[in-house]
């Protein structure tokens, strides 16, 4: 069946160090990866994509890596802060049949950052 | 902020009864996707609406069901209410239907059923 699901739930980091995020797919068809970060009480908020056909994408302070060969995942964010606190989600659009425009989440990661 | 907003923010209900959710899309968006997350949980896909009709559906019964209207505004409604009902609802928006298009979420309703 089609999954994507986190290797680490929970990730504990000082103010000022680099935070990797890491998420395994199953579905080796998928062609675009989302994630998401979501503060207690709020929804999710989109951080930033990537498309099969790339295997990195940068944002500010953001860096997903897309590795198919493993079907593997990770979001690096650089000099994490207080502020970068929230459970992240990976999340697979399937995108046929039925389910056309679903979006399959993994379970989350719990990210905690230290002062 | 999305611009995507959801009301009620939160909602008891006891085992049985009807809900509707209600979510204002992301201006100009013309398809809202609709999930359920538990509590510790990501969250499932129950369904898309594109330009008012059902673009796919995720593993959810029958009396789940929806409404896109010609605003872009939409609705979920849950009949027959259960205990595992409980949960949050999310909506989002985007700007197509499509594979790989960004989803933007609302904020969510917390549903608890008794």
């Known amino acids: 069946g089609e999954s994507v699901g986190l290797h680490l739930p929970t990730l504990s980091v000082q103010e000022g160090d680099n935070s990797i995020i890491n998420c395994a797919y199953s579905?080796?068809?998928?062609?675009?990866f989302i994630w998401y970060k979501q503060e207690s009480g709020k929804g999710p908020q989109f951080i930033i994509d990537?498309?099969?056909?790339?295997d990195k994408r940068q944002g500010q302070r953001v860096t997903v890596l897309l590795n198919k060969t493993v079907k593997h995942l990770s979001l690096q964010i650089a000099a994490t802060q207080p502020g970068d606190s929230a459970v992240y989600f990976c999340?697979?659009?399937?995108?046929?049949?039925?389910?056309?425009?679903?979006?399959?989440f993994g379970q989350g990661t719990i990210l905690t950052v230290h002062p | 902020e999305t611009g995507v907003t959801q009301s009620p923010t939160h909602l008891i209900k006891t085992r049985g009864q009807q809900v509707t959710l209600r979510c204002s899309s992301q201006?100009?968006?013309?398809?809202v996707s609709w999930y359920q997350q538990a509590l510790g949980q990501g969250p499932q896909f129950i369904f898309q609406?594109?330009?008012?009709?059902?673009?796919g559906r995720g593993n959810f019964p029958p009396r789940f069901s929806g409404l896109q209207f010609p605003n872009y505004s939409s609705e979920l409604n849950v009949n027959a209410l259960e205990l595992d009902d409980s949960a949050l609802y999310l909506c989002?928006?985007?700007?197509?239907?499509?594979?790989?298009?960004?989803?933007?979420f609302g904020p969510g309703t917390r549903l608890l059923v008794l």
């Open positions: 609406y594109y330009r008012e009709e059902e673009n």
């Open positions: 201006s100009g968006h013309n398809t």
């Open positions: 989002a928006s985007s700007l197509q239907s499509g594979r790989r298009e960004t989803q933007y």
């Open positions: 999340a697979e659009n399937i995108g046929r049949g039925t389910s056309y425009g679903k979006l399959t």
């Open positions: 579905n080796s068809a998928s062609d675009y």
């Open positions: 990537i498309r099969s056909n790339m």
